[in-house]
């Protein structure tokens, strides 16, 4: 089997809500556009992913796939993954390109399960059927409004509700307080305030967070600060969840193990090159004795790539649910679903299990580059 053509389709995403998720996104809202990548073989077989987000339209990215990689994996068997994984990684690994990357890996794994007649989970080996899953707020308006929104999930049987802040330190504290209060103790709360602090206000809010008994606390200080999260976390005991975005791919997880620098690795299919990285670093973490707690991957599929991934591994607790679906859940026929129990579910047919929305994308279709 030989990879006959890779393809970028571009298709439009409108009537996207305002949202925000923290200073990192700003505010976005209207239109953006996915990428629905596309490789072929001479046996007919085709693998597929979703490039892009809402807050970042695929065609900023597109035409690295087309121009640096289409030639890298024309000719190649579709199969030997992680060759061409080591191949790709050392083309985009310089050029902070693992979105390209991810994309390739993931339709990669979407091809290979389907020549294997089974869930992509099945081929890397399963280790559950179903997870618990968490609701993940927007920035919202008050207090009151995160307060009400947990409350709702709580009661919708959910596990969990993760908090996006304000990222004022002293607002942050009162929407924490106001969760809380409206839970009760008994409910799992966590807090992410996406690299918005320095280091005395990502104290005193991670003792706020303590005191309030959160779960986790996440990306108070910027990314590459490993000196900031030692000292952070040797005055705090609440557990720190850090490298969403460390500087670079799987590799770069090895300094903040070394250094102690946080209590949980985290990462996507997105932003940390394809299923195939993600699955080395959930391996790394689990020799530590860590979770590789899989963060939203910002798109529909991304997130079944992602639901496969937790699936296929014991050490990631929860799938992440990021609020709202307008902002989220876009080019698939039908999405992932949380049941009454809180829980999501094990895809079952081949390959990655999505029903792609065809009809949509060639409605919405803006150019086929490749």
Request: with cysteine; glycine share 8%.
């Amino acid at each position: 089997m030989k990879i006959t053509d890779v393809t970028v389709t571009l298709f439009a995403w409108d009537n996207i809500p305002a949202t925000q998720y923290g200073r990192h996104t700003g505010r976005f809202a209207g239109q953006s556009d996915l990428g629905l990548v596309t490789i072929r073989t001479d046996e007919g077989v085709e693998g597929h992913s979703f490039l892009g987000s809402a807050s970042r339209p695929a065609s900023n990215d597109a035409q690295l796939i087309a121009r640096n990689l289409k030639p890298m994996l024309i000719g190649e068997d579709p199969l030997d993954r992680e060759r061409h994984f080591q191949r790709l990684w050392g083309r985009t690994r310089m050029n902070n390109q693992l979105r390209v990357l991810g994309a390739v890996d993931v339709a990669l794994w979407d091809l290979a399960g389907k020549v294997a007649n089974m869930p992509v989970h099945k081929l890397m080996g399963s280790y559950r059927t179903s997870a618990p899953a968490y609701a993940s707020s927007a920035v919202l308006t008050s207090p009151e409004a995160y307060a009400e929104e947990a409350l709702a999930f709580k009661s919708r049987g959910w596990g969990a509700y993760k908090i996006h802040p304000p990222t004022q330190w002293e607002l942050d504290i009162k929407v924490c307080e106001a969760a809380r209060k409206a839970v009760g103790d008994d409910y799992r709360i966590m807090l992410d305030s996406t690299w918005s602090y320095d280091y005395v206000a990502a104290l005193r809010v991670g003792q706020a967070a303590e005191r309030l008994g959160f779960y986790w606390y996440e990306d108070p200080l910027v990314e590459d600060d490993m000196a900031g999260y030692v000292k952070l976390k040797s005055q705090l005991s609440i557990p720190i969840l850090a490298t969403e975005y460390a500087p670079g791919g799987h590799t770069a997880y090895a300094p903040w193990l070394i250094a102690q620098a946080t209590d949980y690795l985290r990462g996507d299919v997105a932003v940390k090159g394809g299923l195939t990285a993600c699955l080395k670093t959930a391996h790394l973490a689990e020799c530590f004795h860590m979770n590789y707690e899989v963060h939203h991957g910002g798109n529909s599929l991304n997130n079944v790539a992602n639901l496969h991934l937790i699936m296929a591994i014991r050490n990631c607790e929860y799938f992440e649910v990021l609020l709202p679906d307008a902002a989220q859940k876009y080019g698939l026929v039908q999405d992932i679903e949380v049941d009454a129990k809180g829980l999501v579910h094990a895809p079952m047919k081949p390959g990655l299990g999505a029903e792609i929305d065809f009809d949509l994308i060639k409605r919405k279709q803006i150019a086929v580059l490749g």
